[in-house]
């Protein structure tokens, strides 16, 4: 083989090595994308997934950071990244009206068919009747209950071995954690409010319901569902009643929902405004914390408002 020959046959093994070097490149990228992803409409059902199956399978946030979920509309670069996910898990009861409007090829689970819901009576003052089934008088926010929160835990394991199997183990070794957490949470809320001077809070609207069925204090708002619903002048005489009957010293609300009338109502009877969180997102100031985190700092607020021991 003459030098002619010898640089050609160098210089086309260069070529395959270049060759086979962008292709190694290309499937890092590719062999990413076919990690398994999960989407998740709420911070409670996220914080969840997070945490069970950290980086074995994508994970994210429908909502983000910062928006109210009562008034979150997805947009299309958002709609296509549903579409493009493995599993799609939404709250249900109610709480996403969006999610009907979209026809997903891909995987969709309701996770308010898989916790106990509680129906909210007429004055939407305390709740009266647990089922299964979500309706227009449905409370949504059923992850303030830790128990339902242990449900949601073992649901979203299950799926997720589904998903990927070959880390099973990987996955109920994370479930197990995360549930003593919850476990150790409960009884921090069992001990804690087992002996309070007071037993009702007053918010400016009724997301508190579960936790109040649990812990056995009731809950006073100023509106019903929505966080934004206008306050009318009688409903506001009664509560200002209610606050001297009652010596409340705190009126809690929440961190996406208008302060106006809230405030108003502080200042005409001389009480505290504190916000307290219903955990269907989070803040930008809460990125970074979890649900424990968070239930842990409602906790110490409610502690102080109902002044417990």
Not at 110 to 128: F, G, N, R, T
Not at 156 to 167: Q, V, W
């Amino acid at each position: 083989m003459n030098l002619k020959n010898i640089i050609f046959v160098l210089v086309v093994v260069v070529f395959l090595l270049q060759i086979l070097t962008l292709q190694e490149d290309k499937q890092s990228p590719q062999d990413a994308q076919k990690k398994p992803t999960i989407a998740l409409s709420t911070f409670p059902l996220y914080d969840v997934a997070k945490n069970i199956a950290k980086d074995k399978i994508e994970t994210y946030m429908i909502l983000p950071v910062g928006v109210d979920v009562h008034s979150y509309e997805p947009n299309p670069k958002q709609i296509v990244k549903l579409f493009k996910s493995d599993l799609v898990i939404f709250s249900g009861a109610s709480l996403e009206p969006w999610i009907s409007r979209l026809d997903f090829k891909n995987k969709v689970l309701d996770m308010s068919k898989y916790v106990m819901l509680i129906e909210m009576d007429a004055s939407h003052h305390h709740a009266h009747e647990e089922h299964t089934h979500a309706d227009e008088h449905t409370d949504p926010h059923y992850w303030l209950s830790i128990n339902n929160m242990k449900k949601i835990t073992k649901k979203i394991t299950a799926e997720i071995i589904k998903l990927d199997p070959k880390n099973k183990d990987f996955y109920k070794d994370n479930a197990l954690a995360y549930l003593k957490k919850l476990d150790a949470l409960d009884r921090a809320y069992k001990t804690t409010l087992s002996s309070c001077k007071k037993s009702e809070i007053l918010t400016n609207h009724n997301a508190f319901s579960y936790l109040a069925k649990e812990y056995g204090f009731k809950v006073l708002s100023l509106s019903a569902f929505s966080p934004d619903a206008e306050v009318n002048a009688k409903n506001m005489i009664r509560l200002m009643q209610e606050i001297k009957k009652l010596h409340i010293s705190t009126i809690f609300y929440e961190s996406f929902a208008s302060s106006r009338a809230v405030k108003t109502l502080a200042q005409e009877v001389g009480v505290q405004v504190e916000v307290l969180q219903p955990l269907a997102n989070i803040t930008k100031n809460e990125l970074g914390l979890s649900y424990e985190d968070i239930m842990s700092t409602n906790l110490v607020k409610l502690k102080k408002a109902m002044e417990c021991r």
